[in-house]
């Protein structure tokens, strides 16, 4: 059965740094799509940004673009958000989201994931 673990989130104030982690349990990486979402208090989920295991390419939300990036350790079966210049509206909980084959172009879509990670929380004070 896969499973997505996320870790890495906590608090920290504006300017600062995260790195969220994503290890999957129960499959290899192989030409799969990964992705990471958010969530904030009384807003619907979005993504952040998604990578294509099988070629590194990715994609970034316009809000994240040149500060966070995503990234991929196939030896690790981890998945990678490094999120530097954070700003207090980054602050939600964030999911990691799999699934098979190449990715969609664009953002990544909450529908097109099957499966999902349970969250980390981070938060930004301004």
């Known amino acids: 059965q896969v499973q997505l673990v996320e870790s890495g989130g906590g608090s920290v104030q504006a300017g600062g740094s995260l790195r969220l982690s994503c290890a999957a349990f129960g499959y290899t990486y192989s030409s799969d799509c990964m992705a990471w979402f958010r969530q904030a208090p009384g807003k619907e989920r979005e993504g952040v940004a998604r990578?294509?295991?099988?070629?590194?390419?990715?994609v970034y939300a316009d809000s994240v673009k040149g500060r966070f990036t995503i990234s991929q350790d196939n030896a690790k079966n981890t998945v990678y958000l490094q999120m530097n210049s954070l700003k207090p509206e980054d602050t939600a909980m964030y999911y990691c989201?799999?699934?098979?084959?190449?990715?969609?172009?664009?953002?990544?879509?909450?529908?097109?994931?099957?499966?999902w990670g349970q969250g980390t929380q981070v938060t930004v004070s301004s």
């Open positions: 989201a799999a699934r098979w084959g190449r990715c969609s172009p664009g953002i990544p879509a909450q529908y097109e994931y099957p499966y």
């Open positions: 990578i294509y295991i099988g070629g590194g390419s990715t």
